[in-house]
Every structure is written in structure tokens, then in C-alpha cells.
């Protein structure tokens, strides 16, 4: 149980293009997902806090904007990466909290991740 | 603010061999703590977790102890395994701001060598 998916796995884009990356709890509700971003051989990095129903919290220095993030049902958030540049160039992580009873209680379960390369 | 401090890495130790990874932190109230695990082109894992002070969270053959006095959860393993090396991350919760966001150390890559 606690699955949480990412697709796509893998994207390539231009510069200047948009992108969107979406993040599902497969088994759970997740009232509460959470973005990171991941530079090579770094710490994750906490980006935005996605809650359902209502606007996304962005940590300082994220544009908002230019991350834009949707929280439409208690399965799925997406990441929209807007006229994405080279230096937005990362590994996109999401999470998602589970809020169910039992072990799994206030804990989080992450998603593959997204490579994004802008050329 | 919070923040989580980890011994730097690459850890390289032979197989059979005892593990310890440091990690300290500093919070303003009373936090969850967890390891997380990354293995090559994979994404994290939850490894074990501790959610009050001492507490041990175990898994795999992996401890870790929430040592308020120390403001440490060092993670420890009696004897790794090549299928061990990963990089490993410890974390807390954000309780403060009840979002729930977790604070991530720098992660301390491991390998084992046969």
C-alpha cells in the first residue's frame, strides 16, 4: 500500500515550452501533497505545499507563477513548469501525505520523481 | 528555523561491516524524525521513523533512536550488504508551521564493497 505515482518519468522539452508533471496516491487520499526539486548530488529542496481544493503554499524564492501547481481531487496534484528554461533542469519530487488512520498516519510517501532536461 | 544536519559523505565500508550515519537537528517544537533511502535512479524510500522522543524506529536491519538530550537519530546497521549502497537522508517533520513539510539533511551516500 501507499503508492504514489509521477508521470512522466522522464521529459525532454525546448526552451520556452510548458510542461506539466502529475503526481497520484494510488491507494490513499492525500488531502496534502508536497513538490521538492532535487539538483545532482543535493538535498531536496521543498518548493510548494499542494492542498486539495486551495491554493498551493510556495516557499520563498519559488515563483509561483512560473511553478504552477493544481490540486483538483484528494489523488492528484500536478506541477506545471511554464516557459521552462535550461536552468529549470532538475528531478521533480512529489509526496503525498497520508492522512488515513493506523501506521501510516502523518507519514509521507514520495513518487519516483520526474527528470526534466530543457535544452 | 529547522534544520537537519548529516555526516558528509561517501560512506565506503566492506560488506559485513558496521554502519553508523550521523544526524543532528534543531527544531522548534517537538518533531517527527525519519530516514529516507534513494537508491540509484530510483526515488525515496521510507525507512523507518520516530515520531517521540526515544523511540527507536527499525527496518531492514536498520535503527535509529530519537535521543532528545542529543538532538540526534543517528542511523546505525549491524552488518550492510552491497544492496545497502543508496544514498541516505534523514528528515523531520515541519510541525511548527503544521504543514507538515519535511526538512531534508544533505543525504550521505554509502557503498558497500564486496
Known amino acids: 500500500g501507499a503508492v504514489v505515482s509521477q508521470h512522466p518519468s522522464r521529459v525532454i522539452c525546448k526552451s520556452g515550452t510548458s510542461v506539466k508533471i502529475e503526481c497520484r496516491s494510488l491507494d490513499f487520499q492525500a488531502t496534502t501533497m508536497f513538490w521538492y526539486r532535487q539538483f545532482p548530488k543535493q538535498s531536496l529542496m521543498l518548493m510548494a505545499t499542494?492542498?486539495?481544493?486551495?491554493?498551493?503554499?510556495?516557499e520563498q524564492g519559488v515563483e509561483k507563477d512560473k511553478f504552477l501547481i493544481n490540486h483538483a481531487s484528494l489523488t492528484l496534484s500536478t506541477l506545471t513548469v511554464t516557459s521552462a528554461h535550461p536552468e529549470d533542469s532538475s528531478f521533480y519530487i512529489c509526496?503525498?501525505?497520508?492522512?488515513?488512520?493506523?501506521?501510516?498516519?502523518?507519514?509521507?510517501?514520495f513518487g519516483p520523481g520526474t527528470r526534466l532536461t530543457v535544452l | 528555523g529547522n534544520s537537519v544536519t548529516q555526516m558528509e559523505g561517501p560512506v565506503t565500508l566492506s560488506e559485513e561491516a558496521f554502519l553508523t550515519i550521523n544526524c543532528t537537528y534543531t527544531a522548534t517544537g517537538y518533531p517527527s524524525l525519519f530516514w529516507y533511502v534513494q537508491y540509484p535512479g530510483e526515488g525515496l524510500q521510507l525507512l523507518l521513523k520516530?515520531?517521540?522522543?526515544?523511540d527507536k524506529g527499525s527496518n531492514k536491519g536498520f535503527e535509529a533512536t530519537y535521543r532528545k538530550e542529543t538532538t540526534s537519530f543517528h542511523l546505525e546497521k549491524g552488518s550492510v550488504q552491497v544492496s545497502d549502497s543508496a544514498v541516505y537522508f534523514c528528515?523531520?517533520?515541519?510541525?511548527?508551521?503544521?504543514?507538515?513539510?519535511?526538512?531534508f539533511g544533505s543525504g550521505t551516500r554509502l557503498q558497500v564493497q564486496p
Open positions: 509526496s503525498a501525505r497520508d492522512k488515513g488512520r493506523g501506521p501510516g498516519t502523518d507519514t509521507q510517501y
Open positions: 499542494s492542498n486539495e481544493g486551495s491554493k498551493a503554499t510556495y
Open positions: 520516530a515520531t517521540k522522543a526515544d
Open positions: 528528515a523531520l517533520s515541519d510541525v511548527g508551521t503544521g504543514r507538515r513539510a519535511l526538512t
